[in-house]
């Protein structure tokens, strides 16, 4: 008898991973739909990677239940890998081979015959605009160029979930818009997309819903509105500060005119409903002559109030 569909692509209850008597993931949950794009946020450390790494079935769980794709990765880890696609953080191509030598060899892992590979190189390579550069050797290519090979070689086995870790990191801006607008295509079509990023930009831009990790744990999980709605006001505030001005004192004045306000070295963010209206308040309040910015909150708003802002090494 044939079994049912899982009720989730991925599903993951009191996940853990422990190395030694460091845990890197500390029993989180989590579900991935059929269709969406999920993303894991966070900084470094977090645990983003070592999560990425026990759904993609190459680093076993330390605790909890995880299945994919309604399997165990512990039993049915090879029957799971033959319906991914997996884009690593850092490209493993085979550098001193041909764009398409790269896309055919890949191809033979999963036991496709060599016509359909050929079939999918072809449209696959169109696809991340560099079917002209099939010849090319891959060590010579940009950056750019080279991810987009990536994302096209872990999509020739047509699979039901791709996973990418930190894809574009370290890409000039152009070769990352190049990138979602072919991750959105791939959306589009049905792939289901698993992300990890440190970019706010890029989780906005291409998740439907994420979780926010630090330190192995999950600390928020919605869709980018609904943790911008969740955790910060509508508007924030720039109050920019004269190097003279006594920075403790202004930030004490600015506390009676906000529902929170950050003070950083050379600035202050006022988080308020109306960013005008406070403005206006710190016109009459004395700040006339401070340079203020009034913006939209936004996700790396969320992210810097719950992960803070130090750097964790």
């Known amino acids: 008898m044939q079994s049912e569909e899982p009720e989730h692509l991925v599903e993951a209850r009191a996940l853990t991973k422990r190395f030694a008597s460091f845990v890197a993931v500390d029993g989180i949950d989590f579900a991935i739909d059929s269709g969406e794009a999920f993303g894991f946020l966070g900084p470094n450390g977090a645990g983003k990677t070592s999560t990425m790494r026990m759904v993609g079935c190459v680093s076993p769980r330390s605790g909890g239940v995880l299945r994919v794709l309604g399997m165990d990765p512990a039993t049915d880890g090879p029957r799971i890998r033959g319906r991914i696609g997996v884009v690593p953080q850092e490209d493993n191509l085979d550098t001193e081979l041909t764009v398409w030598d790269n896309m055919m060899i890949y191809g033979r892992y999963f036991d496709m015959p060599r016509p359909l590979i050929r079939e999918r190189a072809r449209e696959l390579l169109d696809f991340v605009q560099l079917g002209d550069r099939h010849g090319s050797k891959v060590d010579p290519l940009s950056g750019g160029m080279k991810r987009r090979l990536t994302i096209a070689r872990a999509l020739i086995n047509e699979p039901e979930l791709l996973l990418l870790d930190e894809p574009t990191t370290g890409l000039d801006p152009q070769a990352r818009h190049m990138l979602w607008e072919r991750l959105y295509q791939l959306k589009r079509r049905g792939v289901t997309l698993v ?99 009034v913006r939209r909150a936004s996700l790396e708003d969320v992210f810097l109030m719950l992960t803070g802002r130090s750097l964790e090494e």
Do not use: K
């Not at 720039?238 to 004045?253: K, L, T």
């Not at 050379?266 to 005008?276: E, H, I, K, M, S």
């Open 195 to 293: 992300l990890t990023t440190h970019y706010m930009e890029e989780a906005e831009q291409l998740c439907d819903r994420l979780v926010i990790m630090d330190q192995g744990r999950i600390v928020a999980e919605g869709s980018p509105r609904q943790l911008i709605e969740q955790h910060v006001t509508r508007e924030v505030v720039e109050v920019r500060f004269d190097i003279a001005e006594d920075h403790d004192e202004a930030v004490a004045r600015l506390r009676a005119l906000g529902d929170r306000v950050e003070p950083l070295a050379d600035r202050a963010l006022v988080y308020t409903q109306n960013g005008d209206a406070t403005v206006g308040a710190l016109s009459a309040d004395g700040f006339a002559n401070s340079a203020v910015l």
